[in-house]
């Protein structure tokens, strides 16, 4: 695990292109220190005799048989739409 001093967090903020002021990198600096040290006490923990799991509560699937159904046809799904043309949906262009 890398030491605090190793690990920068004006450094870090400059590749990630965020502005900090010299206050709030002392302060995240400090906090990284805090979250590292807690860390390196949880290596500490005896976890040999702990089963692994992916899961903290059990996981299990909940989806229901795929039965044919009816559903709307093209004139009706459109029926609502603000804008249409060639049975489509007209939208807004979201790409520059």
């Given at each position: 695990?890398?030491?605090?001093?190793?690990?920068d967090?004006?450094?870090?903020?400059?590749?990630?292109?965020?502005?900090?002021?010299?206050?709030?990198?002392?302060?995240?600096?400090?906090?990284?220190?805090s979250?590292?040290?807690?860390?390196e006490?949880?290596?500490?923990?005896?976890?040999?005799?702990?089963?692994?799991?992916?899961?903290?509560?059990?996981m299990?699937?909940?989806?229901?048989?795929?039965e044919?159904?009816d559903?709307?046809?093209?004139k009706?799904a459109l029926?609502?739409?603000?804008?249409?043309?060639?049975?489509?949906?007209?939208?807004?262009?979201?790409?520059?």
């Amino acid at each position: 695990m890398a030491k605090t001093a190793d690990l920068d967090v004006a450094y870090v903020a400059k590749l990630a292109r965020i502005n900090l002021t010299e206050a709030e990198t002392q302060l995240f600096q400090k906090q990284l220190g805090s979250v590292l040290e807690y860390v390196e006490k949880l290596r500490g923990v005896d976890v040999s005799q702990v089963e692994a799991s992916a899961h903290a509560v059990p996981m299990f699937d909940v989806f229901r048989e795929d039965e044919p159904r009816d559903w709307f046809t093209a004139k009706e799904a459109l029926s609502n739409a603000p804008r249409q043309a060639n049975n489509l949906f007209i939208v807004t262009k979201v790409i520059e």
